[in-house]
């Protein structure tokens, strides 16, 4: 679970993802949408109250993995 909301850095070994995502406090960190290998998180700034008290968000369940073409199969 996301300990508070803000904008987080993004490592994974496995395959080049987003270098940062936002995430919302109390949601599940996010896994790569190709594999089962573990992406860790590193809290680069945090979201202010007002930043977070929108009534509107995305919630992101996996990152996609950037520059690698999808073989149909």
């Known amino acids: 679970m996301v300990p508070k909301s803000g904008i987080y850095a993004v490592q994974h070994s496995e395959h080049r993802l987003p270098r940062e ?16 290998s573990a992406v860790f998180f ?11 008290g929108t009534q509107f968000h ?3 369940y996996q990152l996609p993995v950037i520059g690698e073409s999808r073989r149909a199969g």
Not at 21 to 36: D, K, M, N, S, Y
Not at 42 to 52: K, N, Q
């Open 58 to 60: 995305v919630s992101l």
């Open 42 to 52: 590193r809290m680069r700034r945090r979201l202010s109250a007002a930043g977070t």
């Open 21 to 36: 995502v936002t995430l919302i406090q109390g949601q599940q960190f996010p896994r790569c949408e190709a594999c089962e």
